[in-house]
């Protein structure tokens, strides 16, 4: 499967060309224009399409992976969507409402068979399904198994919170259960789980501890709604300098280890098991990814 860095995912209004193109120029890593909730009334819609189009045709996101949130299968615009977006420059495409694994296996067939009759690779385009209620909350992990476009699930915290019929409280502990599940289900299926949105924007204290705690439950990233929360989120889900230094090490006294039969390899008076080896390998392959990621056009 493609390896994809997946630390900031930003939504932007996708009939909004002023904030499109300025996303254009984010240092996100992937962008999110979206189709579906903050594009109103319906006639907008098409609107949207047209224009990301016009600029993903004209090269605007070339420096992004872009995923566009598409509506649901239940909406009447899904075909629309996915009928004008299968284009080259569109990497895949958030799918919101995922319940079942049934609901991520019909898209992946809608894809196919769009991709036949586009003439395209089977399986070009990939799938972020968003998880936005309980019932989606424990199908997590038949969600991850349905298909193999799936490269990552986000949690969509604040559907989640109505369709629970909760409170979002600001210390997040009514969000606890559902991030571990997503997160576990994310992990078992290699799969990567991104995390849900911060709402209070301006509050970057509240943001960094919020990533903080997602970072020590599996998280590898998360959706961003403002550009100011990039740097954030990118400063705690890419290794430090010290992290990549010590992996190399790692790495290299492993295969010396391996070389001369030895069973383990001892690095500053530690044993490097084969767990610490293998975490090393991916912080050295997500560090290759960031090192590749296209820079910025001003």
Partial sequence: MDKFLLRSLMFVPGHNERLMSSASRSEADVLLPDIEDSVQPVENKQAARDLLVKMVSAGAFKNHKVFPRINDRESGQLLKDIHQLTIDGIDGFMYPKAKTGQDVYFFDKLLETIEYEKGLPKGKFKIIP????????????????ASDRVIAIAFGSEDFIGDLEGIHDKDSESLFAPRSIIAMAARANDVI??????????????????????????????????????????????????????????????????????????????????????????????????????????
Avoid at 219 to 243: A, D, F, N
Avoid at 245 to 266: F, T
């Fill in 130 to 145: 968003l998880i936005e209620t309980a019932g989606a909350v424990l199908n997590a992990q038949e969600i991850c198994q």
């Fill in 193 to 298: 789980p991104i995390d849900t949105v911060h709402i209070r924007v301006h509050d970057l204290e509240d943001l960094e501890q919020n990533i903080r705690l997602a970072k020590n439950m599996g998280y590898e990233g998360m959706l961003v709604l403002h550009p100011k929360e990039i740097e954030l989120v990118h400063r705690y889900y890419s290794p430090t300098q010290q992290e990549v230094s010590d992996a190399k090490e790692m790495v290299k006294l492993s295969v010396e280890a391996e070389k001369e039969g030895k069973g383990v390899a001892i690095m500053n008076g530690k044993f490097i098991g084969p767990p610490l080896v293998l975490r090393a390998k991916k912080i050295l392959a997500k560090q290759d990814l960031i090192d590749r990621k296209p820079k910025r056009v001003e």
